[in-house]
């Protein structure tokens, strides 16, 4: 799948999303910036990570502010970068104050690209940012030797000092930083011996944890410039279509504070001295519309439903692509005794971030243009805005606030973005504007994770075991709508990660991917395919051994015999649940069931067991337990609360979350109707993290697919009937 010979070399002749990603990264940053040249293409002879002074202030205090390459999201990316430049740079990730960096080719540390997403900043950057301190300590205790007239190599550091022992002298990095920097940084400085290290790998409390806990923090949607107007929009009720004329112009004019009425790109804006009289004034307007077409797949028409697209997906008669083979699948199927079959399918999910979007513009007496907005890639936005603006990228800039989370929310996907809104009112108007999207509007404009379909069938051997599956998935991710015209295969690997890849020694595979397009704006998702394909897969391996006359453990160690890491996976999941029990069983007169799901999601593997039952028609889930292996960590903290939070969102989609479109709308449009997990339905959740010793995977994804099949397992288990489409609140249990 995806592969791109004429890019980059490619060691398998598959390419999963991640290995996309890598192999692909200069040409992702053109995808989505104009052709003409920007500044990253001139500055081209940077090279990422490198040049310290682009990356750290040391303070006259002492304190060190970074510029980091990713935003801080709630991930704890932020303190993770302390723990790691701190480390070699020998100061204490305590006295770091960490900002999003601008746009620039100095942070283009994922493969060449910058961005905040698919669980790559720690990974990605993990070597080049060890090196970045360590390089930043050697030029200052260069300087120091400059300055106290000794041996550089009679010097040592401890915590922001550089110590002379023999004359008992010492100065602060912060005496230090001007002239250290004005060096010309020393190749290969050599790194701290591991064994040595004294906050990587260690429990450091977060950066901004004091500042969230007391309202202190500052998100995209607090920004404030003196003089600006507040703006609101109303959408389109059918995507596609735009406004015509308003009907009571004089009317709305007239409210308190409101300044002016426009006609935006598929929605009407009003623009006030504050946000609610912009929104009051902005839900009176009477306005005509363009009709949407009358029906088909072109547009979002009158008649598309989510029903109507999943019919589609059944219906596809058109070419399908291998997108895994091995050995004879169709063979072995035929020649099977028994064979099993079934239909997975789940919907399309909203992000639901906290932080409802906004952005502000403002342009400048210079011709420049300053944008506020929550973003997972300022370099991206920086050439979508440009374009927008008639700017070259180099007069644009961007400033990226921590975000009020993520999910994949942030990164351009036209109009599901709010800054193209703030340019073409800043610009209208002449001032500064800040627009806000209502929870409704973002509701009705979020680009949603595709709804999914996949066919299985597999062909059970005498021994219990399967012989052959057979994997038929129709539809689209992300990676294909927004870089399919870039890869050289048919096969998004968005949409069938989780499916292709697995660990599993089934002799005989056949996965099949086509393509049928959405006509929804589509994006990703935390943890993208794998959010539902791993929950379709490791159902059907369920299914498998139910139809082997398999335990599901049992038939996971069978066919997980040579690879010790995922047995030990295995092992420390059923020891942390307390030993591996199907059941049904009872529990204080209750009959709960126990299931199990692995999974292998950007670089990690997990093995998680959900305990549930159902009361009055309704799934209960009790305990969750996870074993993690990322194969090494930087602060075991923050990846056990990455991997509760997974936990809470896969459950959440799970049980409860849906975008439906009925009539060519969506029918929520807000909380009061859109359910999510609450705090009742907060299992107890308990995690073990692994360290094999493996390449580092990511941490912010890889604990929610298995979370899904789990809880569906043991469904399944408890009520006999098994879950096969998502959310299980649709479904009715006895």
Same mark, same amino acid.
């Given at each position: 799948?995806?592969?791109?010979?004429?890019?980059?070399?490619?060691?398998?002749?598959?390419? $999963?999303?991640?290995?996309?990603?890598?192999?692909?990264?200069?040409?992702?940053?053109?995808?989505?910036?104009?052709?003409?040249?920007?500044?990253?293409?001139?500055?081209?002879?940077?090279?990422?990570?490198?040049?310290?002074?682009?990356?750290?202030?040391?303070?006259?205090?002492?304190?060190?502010?970074?510029?980091?390459?990713?935003? #801080?999201?709630?991930?704890?990316?932020?303190?993770?970068?302390?723990?790691?430049?701190? #480390?070699?740079?020998?100061?204490?990730?305590?006295?770091?104050?960490?900002?999003?960096?601008?746009?620039?080719?100095?942070?283009?540390?994922?493969?060449?690209?910058?961005?905040?997403?698919?669980?790559?900043?720690?990974?990605?950057?993990?070597?080049?940012?060890?090196?970045?301190?360590?390089?930043?300590?050697?030029?200052?205790?260069?300087?120091?030797?400059?300055?106290?007239?000794?041996?550089?190599?009679?010097?040592?550091?401890?915590?922001?000092?550089?110590?002379?022992?023999? $004359?008992?002298?010492?100065?602060?990095?912060?005496?230090?930083?001007?002239?250290?920097?004005?060096?010309?940084?020393?190749?290969?400085?050599?790194?701290?011996?591991?064994?040595?290290?004294?906050?990587?790998?260690?429990?450091?409390?977060?950066?901004?944890?004091?500042?969230?806990?007391?309202?202190?923090?500052?998100?995209?949607?607090?920004?404030?410039?003196?003089?600006?107007?507040?703006?609101?929009?109303?959408?389109?009720?059918?995507?596609?279509?735009?406004?015509?004329?308003?009907?009571?112009?004089?009317?709305?004019?007239?409210?308190?504070?409101?300044?002016?009425?426009?006609?935006?790109?598929?929605?009407?804006?009003?623009?006030?001295?504050?946000?609610?009289?912009?929104?009051?004034?902005?839900?009176?307007?009477?306005?005509?519309?363009?009709?949407?077409?009358?029906?088909?797949?072109?547009?979002?028409?009158?008649?598309?439903?989510?029903?109507?697209? @999943?019919?589609?997906?059944?219906?596809?008669?058109?070419?399908?692509?291998?997108?895994?083979?091995?050995?004879?699948?169709?063979?072995?199927?035929?020649?099977?005794?028994?064979?099993?079959?079934?239909?997975?399918?789940?919907?399309?999910?909203?992000?639901?971030?906290?932080?409802?979007?906004?952005?502000?513009?403002?342009?400048?007496?210079?011709?420049?243009?300053?944008?506020?907005?929550?973003?997972?890639?300022?370099?991206?936005?920086?050439?979508?805005?440009?374009?927008?603006?008639?700017?070259?990228?180099?007069?644009?800039?961007?400033?990226?606030?921590?975000?009020?989370?993520?999910?994949?929310?942030?990164?351009?996907?036209?109009?599901?973005?709010?800054?193209?809104?703030?340019?073409?009112?800043?610009?209208?108007?002449?001032?500064?504007?800040?627009?806000?999207?209502?929870?409704?509007?973002?509701? @009705?404009?979020?680009?949603?994770?595709?709804?999914?379909?996949?066919?299985?069938?597999?062909?059970?051997?005498?021994?219990?075991?399967?012989?052959?599956?057979?994997?038929?998935?129709?539809?689209?991710?992300?990676?294909?709508?927004?870089?399919?015209?870039?890869?050289?295969?048919?096969?998004?690997?968005?949409?069938?990660?989780?499916?292709?890849?697995?660990?599993?020694?089934?002799?005989?595979?056949?996965?099949?991917?086509?393509?049928?397009?959405?006509?929804?704006?589509?994006?990703?998702?935390?943890?993208?395919?794998?959010?539902?394909?791993?929950?379709?897969?490791?159902?059907?391996?369920? #299914?498998?051994?139910?139809?082997?006359?398999?335990?599901?453990?049992?038939?996971?160690?069978?066919?997980?015999?040579?690879?010790?890491?995922?047995?030990?996976?295995?092992?420390?999941?059923? #020891?942390?649940?307390?030993?591996?029990?199907?059941?049904?069983?009872?529990?204080?007169?209750?009959?709960?069931?126990?299931?199990?799901?692995?999974?292998?999601?950007?670089?990690?593997?997990?093995?998680?067991?959900?305990?549930? $039952?159902?009361?009055?028609?309704?799934?209960?889930?009790?305990?969750?337990?996870v074993a993690f292996d990322p194969g090494s960590v930087v602060n075991p903290a923050i990846v056990k609360k990455q991997v509760e939070s997974a936990v809470a969102l896969g459950l959440s989609a799970a049980l409860y979350e849906e975008v439906v479109y009925e009539a060519g709308r969506r029918r929520d449009q807000n909380y009061d109707t859109y359910t999510i997990l609450t705090r009742d339905d907060m299992p107890r959740v308990h995690v073990t993290i692994l360290e094999s010793?493996?390449?580092?995977?990511?941490?912010?994804?890889?604990?929610?697919?298995?979370? @899904?099949?789990?809880?569906?397992?043991?469904?399944?288990?408890?009520?006999?009937?098994?879950?096969?489409?998502?959310?299980?609140?649709? @479904?009715?249990?006895?």
């Amino acid at each position: 799948m995806n592969d791109l010979p004429d890019f980059a070399p490619v060691a398998k002749a598959t390419l $999963s999303r991640r290995g996309f990603l890598g192999a692909t990264a200069g040409l992702a940053l053109v995808a989505m910036l104009p052709v003409r040249p920007t500044r990253a293409e001139t500055a081209a002879a940077v090279v990422p990570g490198t040049r310290v002074p682009a990356f750290l202030e040391i303070r006259p205090d002492g304190s060190v502010h970074l510029l980091s390459p990713f935003v #801080e999201g709630g991930q704890g990316i932020a303190t993770g970068m302390a723990q790691t430049i701190g #480390e070699e740079l020998d100061v204490n990730p305590a006295r770091f104050e960490v900002d999003c960096a601008p746009p620039g080719p100095d942070y283009a540390v994922v493969g060449g690209i910058r961005m905040t997403g698919g669980s790559f900043s720690t990974r990605s950057s993990y070597p080049v940012m060890r090196q970045l301190g360590a390089t930043a300590r050697e030029m200052l205790m260069r300087a120091a030797a400059t300055r106290l007239g000794v041996d550089q190599g009679t010097l040592t550091t401890e915590d922001g000092r550089v110590i002379h022992a023999a $004359s008992g002298r010492s100065l602060g990095y912060g005496d230090l930083a001007e002239a250290a920097f004005a060096l010309e940084p020393a190749a290969d400085v050599a790194l701290r011996d591991p064994a040595t290290f004294r906050w990587i790998g260690k429990p450091v409390p977060r950066l901004d944890m004091r500042a969230k806990s007391t309202g202190r923090a500052i998100y995209a949607i607090d920004q404030k410039i003196d003089g600006m107007l507040y703006a609101a929009v109303r959408h389109a009720d059918y995507f596609g279509t735009k406004p015509l004329s308003i009907r009571n112009e004089a009317q709305v004019r007239a409210m308190p504070g409101v300044h002016s009425l426009h006609l935006v790109d598929g929605a009407l804006a009003v623009c006030a001295d504050s946000w609610w009289r912009a929104r009051k004034a902005v839900e009176s307007i009477e306005a005509d519309w363009s009709q949407p077409e009358a029906s088909g797949l072109g547009t979002v028409a009158k008649d598309f439903s989510s029903e109507a697209m @999943l019919q589609a997906l059944r219906d596809y008669d058109g070419e399908t692509h291998p997108a895994e083979t091995e050995g004879d699948a169709a063979a072995a199927l035929k020649g099977a005794d028994k064979v099993i079959e079934a239909e997975y399918v789940a919907p399309y999910l909203a992000h639901g971030q906290l932080e409802p979007p906004s952005a502000m513009a403002r342009f400048n007496a210079d011709g420049t243009l300053d944008l506020w907005l929550p973003n997972q890639a300022p370099e991206m936005f920086q050439g979508s805005a440009a374009a927008a603006a008639g700017l070259e990228p180099a007069q644009v800039r961007i400033h990226s606030p921590m975000l009020g989370g993520f999910f994949g929310r942030h990164f351009v996907y036209g109009p599901g973005n709010p800054y193209p809104q703030a340019i073409a009112l800043a610009k209208a108007t002449g001032t500064p504007v800040k627009v806000i999207w209502s929870r409704e509007e973002e509701f @009705l404009n979020d680009a949603v994770r595709p709804l999914s379909m996949s066919r299985f069938r597999a062909a059970i051997g005498a021994d219990g075991l399967p012989a052959a599956l057979e994997v038929r998935t129709i539809g689209e991710g992300p990676i294909g709508r927004y870089f399919g015209a870039m890869l050289r295969t048919p096969v998004d690997s968005s949409a069938v990660e989780g499916i292709v890849e697995k660990p599993y020694a089934i002799p005989n595979r056949a996965m099949v991917f086509g393509k049928l397009p959405h006509p929804v704006n589509i994006a990703f998702w935390r943890s993208v395919g794998h959010s539902m394909n791993d929950f379709f897969y490791e159902s059907f391996l369920d #299914e498998i051994a139910d139809a082997g006359g398999q335990d599901p453990m049992a038939l996971r160690r069978a066919l997980l015999g040579h690879s010790a890491r995922h047995l030990a996976l295995l092992d420390a999941v059923e #020891e942390l649940s307390g030993g591996w029990k199907r059941g049904p069983f009872e529990v204080d007169g209750q009959t709960r069931a126990r299931g199990l799901a692995m999974a292998s999601p950007f670089g990690s593997e997990t093995a998680t067991i959900a305990e549930a $039952s159902v009361e009055d028609g309704a799934v209960k889930v009790h305990d969750v337990w996870v074993a993690f292996d990322p194969g090494s960590v930087v602060n075991p903290a923050i990846v056990k609360k990455q991997v509760e939070s997974a936990v809470a969102l896969g459950l959440s989609a799970a049980l409860y979350e849906e975008v439906v479109y009925e009539a060519g709308r969506r029918r929520d449009q807000n909380y009061d109707t859109y359910t999510i997990l609450t705090r009742d339905d907060m299992p107890r959740v308990h995690v073990t993290i692994l360290e094999s010793g493996a390449p580092m995977g990511g941490v912010g994804e890889p604990g929610l697919p298995g979370v @899904l099949p789990a809880v569906g397992n043991a469904v399944a288990t408890a009520t006999g009937q098994r879950p096969r489409r998502l959310p299980m609140k649709n @479904l009715s249990f006895s």
